[in-house]
């Protein structure tokens, strides 16, 4: 019986798909940063200026064996670990491989924005699925890169008001940290010291 409502629901909703290797960067002017409207009655959330806040996102890589990768959270107390791993034949497939976990962070920022959207124009989801697929081919020097990342995205709920739908989809993907980080291109500083080395980070 629930397997048939959501189908239903899942029918009615419908599914609303995103690539971002198919969506260039805006040229030009940088849109105004914006947030969130406390009140999203009407056909969805309205734009309202956002503060010029900074927060940073922590995690500890540590091998175990082979390549195996323990990570944890610093920022996030009791957060279970993640075990990263490598496909054989390089390693066991014992966990996700790096490339995964991206599509996994992609998927679940995704899913989280468009959830709050739907949440604060009262149409109130009770199941939101992110199928995402992570295309690796290799470059002009041979090298394995990620080429593109595809998504599926499928929230349910029982409320029928198509404008407000229309409204969160049009405005959801830009509140995604992730996604839209990816899609610019994010500078990654890297240092490589010895064990007992000083470490002296890029500014």
Not at 48 to 67: E, F, N
Not at 178 to 201: A, D, F, M, Q
Request: charged share 25%; proline share 6%.
């Amino acid at each position: 019986m629930r397997h048939s409502r959501h189908a239903e629901k899942h029918a009615a909703a419908g599914k609303y798909s995103t690539s971002i290797a198919a969506r260039d960067a805006p040229k030009g002017a940088m849109p105004r940063p914006v947030i969130w409207d406390k009140d999203c009655s009407g056909t969805g959330c309205e734009e309202g200026v956002m503060a010029a806040d900074r927060k940073t996102a922590s995690a500890h890589v540590q091998l175990v064996d082979g390549y195996r990768f323990e990570t944890t959270f610093p920022d996030v107390p009791g957060a279970a670990p993640i075990m990263l791993d490598e496909a054989p034949p390089l390693g066991t497939g014992a966990g996700p491989t790096p490339a995964g976990v991206l599509a996994a962070a992609i998927g679940g920022c995704l899913s989280t924005s468009l959830t709050l959207c739907l949440n604060k124009a009262h149409l109130e989801p009770d199941a939101v699925n992110a199928y995402v697929t992570t295309r690796i081919a290799r470059n002009e020097a041979g090298r394995f890169r990620i080429e593109g990342i595809d998504v599926d995205l499928t929230p349910c709920f029982a409320g029928a008001d198509q404008g407000r739908f229309d409204r969160c989809k049009a405005l959801y993907e830009d509140f995604c940290i992730v996604t839209e980080s990816v899609r610019h291109g994010i500078p990654v500083n890297v240092n490589v010291v010895r064990c007992g080395e000083e470490l002296k980070r890029s500014a």
